[in-house]
């Protein structure tokens, strides 16, 4: 059974820094495409970050320079670095995985999904 469990969401304050993870379970990291989508309070969720399964990158342009995308495949994780965090950040954070290396915009071509962790940012 997979399961991912998004973790490291918390209160902070505008220009501060977090990094949130998502541990895998019944479920390898490595050649997967994996994403960041947050839901910020009356929209809809929307995709942050992706890395395929060959290590490249895309960011929405909302984040792009501040927000960092990684894995580490030996302890089945993947990160999210936010820097220089602004009120307009706060949402649910959930992390999504995919059975191959090809990534997608769309949500509705992960079947994988953690069950969502909350950042706060607070001017």
């Known amino acids: 059974q997979v399961q991912l469990v998004d973790s490291g969401g918390v209160s902070v304050q505008a220009g501060g820094s977090l990094r949130l993870s998502c541990l895998a379970a019944?479920?390898?990291?490595?050649?997967?495409?994996m994403s960041w989508f947050r839901r910020a309070p009356g929209k809809e969720r929307e995709r942050v970050a992706l890395?395929?399964?060959?290590?490249?990158?895309t960011y929405a342009d909302s984040v792009k320079g501040r927000f960092s995308i990684s894995k580490v495949n030996a302890v089945n994780t993947l990160y999210l670095q936010m820097n220089s965090l602004k009120p307009e950040d706060t949402a649910m954070y959930y992390c999504?995985?995919?059975?191959?290396?090809?990534?997608?915009?769309?949500?509705?071509?992960?079947?994988?999904w953690g069950q969502g962790t909350q950042v706060t940012v607070s001017s």
């Open positions: 019944g479920y390898t990291l490595t050649n997967r495409c």
């Open positions: 890395i395929n399964g060959y290590g490249g990158t």
């Open positions: 999504a995985g995919r059975n191959d290396e090809t990534c997608y915009m769309s949500e509705s071509f992960y079947p994988y």
